[in-house]
């Protein structure tokens, strides 16, 4: 008698691939190879003194670039980021000023950020989704725009006088030894990542960018949902303009700089793609850490500003090339 041994199918690992897991590790890994690199030149980049102020700094230009991820999810970006920055860091400061310089004033700085980059939110909002401009456009003439009235409203001078307990608790406090910015950027995090992941708005936001036909072809209106991201984009970047005028003590008519470029930056080296549709808070994250990390470490070196910009554009352009590439495969 012969027996029949049946033998079942042998299970597949789920998971990631091994492409999948490199690709997801390429950045930390980078950051790595380039704390190491710096560390060799100069010691002081390796101290844990340094890696709390990086820390730090990455945890503003997070802020910036989950901003700018709302709407380069959509096939957009906005270019008035850095100058919405600086118009609400002076204008809050003179709202605060105005109200006595008091703990009360804070509210009224508050409210009138809100309010400002609201207003800038809904504009960028309503000429792309409902009249059908492009973005660069748009948020380049309203960057002029924004810019013009913040040096105007303040003289070009920066705005004093603003309540001590703002910086003490916004720039210097902390909770468990970690900085007040750090667990202001790590909710900002975790409360946009359950919004992309959780919330039919989120999920609209993908599909507006990876196929803006097919969006409208499932029903999704997609004015409202255009609106509202740029109107994200503009009150996160406000809450980065409060905390950067804390740290500051002043409104500053220049306090922008150039972080529109550096969000852009974060971002994009981190994966989220310029064409729409890919990506998410967790990559901006990361990039907002390489960006600072390279920052930190040329600065430390002491590489010339205008050098730094130099590298950071190659560095876009070197993670556009790269994310055109493997969008193709």
Do not use: H
């Amino acid at each position: 008698m012969s027996t029949e041994v049946k033998t079942q199918p042998i299970a597949q690992p789920s998971g990631l691939s091994p492409k999948e897991i490199l690709r997801a590790a390429r950045l930390p890994i980078a950051i790595i190879v380039v704390l190491v690199l710096f560390g060799l030149v100069e010691p002081r980049v390796l101290s844990f003194g340094n890696f709390r102020n990086i820390a730090l700094q990455a945890s503003y230009l997070a802020i910036f670039a989950m901003a700018q991820t709302m709407v380069l999810l959509t096939r957009g970006f906005d270019l008035s980021l850095g100058y919405t920055v600086s118009l609400v860091s002076v204008a809050a400061s003179m709202a605060m000023v105005a109200m006595g310089g008091g703990d009360v004033s804070i509210l009224y700085g508050v409210g009138a950020a809100v309010l400002i980059a609201g207003a800038i939110g809904l504009a960028n909002g309503l000429l792309i989704a409902g009249i059908g401009i492009n973005p660069l456009v748009t948020t380049l003439g309203m960057a002029n725009m924004v810019l013009a009235l913040a040096s105007t409203i303040s003289g070009g001078f920066p705005v004093t006088g603003l309540p001590k307990s703002l910086t003490a608790e916004f720039a210097e406090g902390s909770l468990l030894a970690i900085p007040t910015p750090i667990w202001i950027a790590a909710l900002v995090f975790v409360l946009l990542f359950l919004t992309l992941k959780a919330t039919r708005f989120g999920r609209s936001l993908y599909i507006i960018g990876a196929n803006p036909k097919a969006a409208v072809a499932a029903g999704i209106r997609t004015m409202p949902v255009l609106v509202l991201a740029y109107m994200l984009c503009a009150l996160l970047a406000a809450l980065g303009a409060l905390l950067l005028t804390a740290r500051t003590g002043s409104g500053e008519p220049n306090l922008g700089g150039n972080l529109t470029l550096e969000a852009i930056a974060a971002a994009v080296v981190g994966g989220v793609r310029l064409s729409g549709g890919e990506g998410g808070v967790g990559a901006a994250v990361l990039g907002a850490l390489f960006v600072t990390v390279l920052s930190n470490g040329m600065n430390l070196v002491q590489i010339d500003g205008y050098l730094q910009q130099i590298c950071l554009g190659v560095i876009i352009i070197v993670s556009l090339i790269v994310n055109r590439d493997e969008a193709r495969r």
